[in-house]
């Protein structure tokens, strides 16, 4: 049975390499896609949504226009990484003639009211689902899970030394959502994430498995490159968000824990996750949150799931490619 997922997101580079593997994964089934304002502003981000349906051929998948702003605190993007459009300034021209849907919160909020069992993937900041969850916060009793890149354990952050870019961009929605839904939150954060990194070898093999999906994945992620050597002297862009889409495939590609989590919403720390690992606070877990990946693993999942191919193949020349790249990044 394919598990029927709501991908709430904002792209977005990784976003959009995130919605590529999900609508790859014979284990999902995508029923919507809503956008919130993240990296871009959300009508930005929405037209970007088509632009990777499009390029998958699967335009008949709903996209719906959510949050212009954050809950609380002024908006602001991450064009700075992900370029002014939020596709690394790859120029691809806007679908004409879609329909996009306003009201992405209602569309959460119909979907979950109708079946059981929808899950979230959020990719975003959690305005979006901040919001549904605060106009009907029954209707969540619904849920399968709540999957969310965000936050960080032990990592240091993306947008201070303490605070990750979707939780810091919305540290009201974050820390609402972390409060008040009943089910645990699966917490894909910096610990993990910032392990998949996709460098120049491996985006040259993903155009040898596939010219289409690997000319399309480097237009879209050249200016990523070149923001992370800039920013971190890293030849290589780390591609947070489709780790959270594989966790959702194969949960074992990542190891983690249950923990009491609490959001950072005021002062110098603003956006930072508080994971009460060692239980100081007496409060039932939250979250769960991932701390081990498999990275290798995961790799090989996101080639023969975009790019197709024999998986012993991509595995052999995986082991060249990665085992050489594992000891650079670390050096770094
Ligand atoms: C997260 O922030 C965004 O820039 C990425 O798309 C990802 O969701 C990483 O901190
Ligand atoms: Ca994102």
New binding site residues.
């Given amino acids: 049975m394919k598990k029927k997922v709501i991908i709430d997101?904002?792209?977005?580079?990784?976003?959009s390499l995130?919605l590529m593997l999900a609508l790859s994964s014979p284990e999902l089934e995508v029923v919507g896609i809503t956008a919130v304002c993240?990296?871009v502003p959300v009508d930005l981000g929405t037209k970007n949504a088509l632009k990777v349906l499009r390029f998958m051929g699967r335009l008949d998948i709903p996209v719906y226009q959510g949050a212009d702003k954050p809950l609380r605190r002024e908006y602001i993007s991450?064009q700075d990484?992900?370029g002014k459009d939020g596709l690394g300034e790859s120029g691809l021209e806007d679908v004409q003639d879609e329909k996009i849907h306003p009201q992405a919160v209602e569309f959460i909020l119909d979907t979950l009211k109708k079946e059981k069992g929808i899950s979230l993937l959020a990719?975003?900041?959690l305005t979006n689902v901040a919001l549904a969850l605060k106009k009907e916060p029954e209707v969540f009793e619904n849920l399968d899970e709540l999957v969310s890149?965000?936050g960080s354990y032990k990592s240091h952050g993306?947008?201070s030394p303490v605070a990750?870019?979707?939780y810091?961009?919305d540290p009201d929605a974050a820390a609402y959502v972390y409060e008040k839904l009943t089910s645990p939150i699966n917490m894909v954060g910096?610990d993990v994430?910032r392990k998949i990194v996709l460098t120049p070898n491996l985006l040259e093999y993903m155009k040898r498995l596939n010219q289409r999906v690997g000319g399309f994945t480097e237009e879209i992620t050249r200016f990523y490159l070149d923001f992370h050597w800039k920013q971190e002297g890293l030849i290589g862009c780390?591609i947070?968000?489709p780790l959270?889409v594989a966790y959702m495939c194969k949960p074992h590609l990542c190891q983690g824990f249950d923990a009491y989590t609490a959001v950072e919403t005021e002062g110098i720390s603003i956006g930072q996750t508080l994971v009460d690992r060692e239980n100081f606070w007496k409060k039932e877990p939250n979250s769960h949150i991932l701390a081990e990946v498999d990275e290798r693993g995961f790799m090989e999942l996101f080639l023969e799931r975009l790019c197709g191919g024999d998986v012993r193949e991509i595995r052999k020349i995986l082991g060249q490619i990665m085992t050489e790249e594992k000891i650079r990044y670390e050096k770094n």
């Fill in positions: 997101c904002d792209p977005g580079i990784d976003d995130a993240g990296n991450a990484t992900h990719i975003g900041p890149m965000g993306n947008c990750e870019y979707n810091w961009c910096l994430t780390v947070n968000d959270a």
